[in-house]
């Protein structure tokens, strides 16, 4: 069954009871609340993080108390709990010890969190943007949408994220999905160009969905990949998430071209002066056949953004999450439904965002039998790609990794406009990798 069972549910409701008294002291209560959880997490899913929010609010001067003592004067009361309670609660504790029951049994990876995609339509055409080789005419019904969710939640995934092409093209059928599985944690990827006030009213009724604002630094560089007048149209999004205290955050992709602003502190003060919790960073991925691999970051780059995100979680108050450098705390690679999985809007039941490879498609198999598939079998035998966690990634990192894998489990491209051969993408990534390799060996030993 996909809903909590009867033992789930008298945990459930007695963490709500404990968490209901973070509104009345904040100040007083959330060390109560720490030891609390720390009581109910009997299997350690979550003991790591609880031990760093100890240590947080231990420093009521730090940037990590600002930012938690943030969520109570920024963030509606009632979106705040919710949060709380599908965050913490379902998708981390009862789901993380669900998903590891289902993994023992099954001898596969069950994912955190599962990303999809309802629509590859955009209104936007940007530069250099992987989702446009799926076509823009692709889609998933509703019914297949529920499906995924309702199957997820059986394996203890409770957390969902949203891309495309443009997600807020399918509003209606993502909001219809957050109201069916209040129980969920929501987020989607969003240009931010189709935010409106009735839509935040929708996501204040709803409460589990949260937005994050793909945005490429200032107005030049983010104009420049995305159209003129795009990052106005972000910021007054921002604005008006942040009026209705509603909370949300930025994603970031980091090339060639705009790395040092990116990690630049003006960037980081801004994004948090807008009212930013959150932010995701990426590294450009040559993905697709007339990808722009001029776009791709270097290792000094690389470096750069790894020194500046590190420094800056010292000091300032915004949570940050740099999926290619942050290996270390994940122990390598997170995809291929370890810690997350991708299903495009074709259905193809894909590793991650980045590898357009899949032999497995919704319409045909259920989440279990995809995650059983050779495809997924791969990268469960095979995590982690490198003993270096700074080397995570089996394309940009290990190619030799990838299409090691797509061979031998007989996956097929997944991009429907111009189909990649999987010895052609990592051959555009071979350089990148060994130049990385060293960098990345300096900076371990450094470390």
């Known amino acids: 069954m996909s809903e909590l069972n009867f033992n789930e549910k008298i945990k459930s409701f007695s963490l709500k009871t404990v968490l209901s008294l973070i509104d009345s002291n904040p100040d007083k209560n959330i060390p109560i609340i720490i030891d609390l959880l720390e009581k109910f997490d009997e299997d350690k899913i979550i003991g790591g993080e609880l031990q760093a929010v100890k240590s947080i609010i231990k420093n009521k001067e730090g940037n990590w108390y600002s930012l938690i003592s943030s969520l109570w004067t920024d963030i509606d009361n009632d979106v705040r709990k919710k949060i709380f309670e599908n965050m913490i609660i379902n998708a981390s504790i009862i789901g993380g010890k669900r998903q590891e029951k289902n993994r023992i049994e099954n001898e596969c990876n069950i ?3 599962i990303l999809l995609d309802p629509t590859s339509a955009c209104n936007l055409k940007c530069t250099g943007c992987w989702a446009a080789d799926y076509g823009n005419q692709l889609s998933m019904n509703y019914e297949t949408l529920n499906s995924i969710v309702k199957q997820g939640k059986e394996l203890g995934t409770f ?37 409106d006030e009735a839509f935040t009213e929708d996501m204040l009724k709803v409460k589990n969905l949260i937005l994050a604002f793909s945005i490429e630094g200032f107005e030049d560089s983010t104009d420049s990949r995305r159209g003129i007048g795009t990052y106005s149209k972000v910021i007054k999004s921002m604005e008006l998430l942040k009026s209705k205290k509603l909370p949300f955050g930025f994603s970031t ?4 071209t705009n790395t040092e602003i990116i990690g630049s502190e003006a960037y980081f003060d801004d994004m948090i002066a807008r009212g930013a919790k959150f932010g995701w960073f990426f590294t450009y991925m040559p993905v697709g056949i007339d990808t722009h691999t001029d776009l791709m970051a270097n290792a000094e780059q690389r470096e750069y953004m790894f020194d500046q995100i590190r420094k800056f979680r010292n000091t300032k108050p915004l949570f940050t999450i740099d999926f290619w450098n942050d290996g270390e705390y994940v122990k390598g690679c997170i995809a291929g439904g370890r810690n997350y999985l991708h299903i495009n809007a074709n259905g193809d039941i894909e590793p991650c965002a980045f590898i357009h490879y899949s032999d497995s498609n919704i319409h045909e198999k259920s989440l279990l039998e995809a995650y059983k598939s050779p495809l997924f079998q791969q990268y469960f035998r095979n995590q982690p790609f490198n003993d270096n966690h700074l080397r995570p990634c089996p394309l940009l990192d290990n190619p030799e990794k990838l299409e090691s894998m797509v061979l031998e489990s007989g996956a097929k491209s997944t991009e429907m406009l111009h189909p990649e051969d999987v010895r052609d993408l990592c051959g555009k990534c071979k350089n990148a990798s060994e130049s990385w390799a060293t960098k990345a060996e300096e900076i371990k030993n450094r470390m």
């Open 159 to 195: 957390m969902y994220i949203f891309s495309g092409g443009e997600p807020l093209t399918r509003k209606d059928d993502i909001i219809k999905l957050c109201a069916e599985h209040n129980d969920c944690g929501f987020l989607a990827f969003t240009n931010g160009t189709l935010v």
């Open 111 to 113: 994912p955190w969190a």
């Open 253 to 256: 992709c980091y090339t060639s």
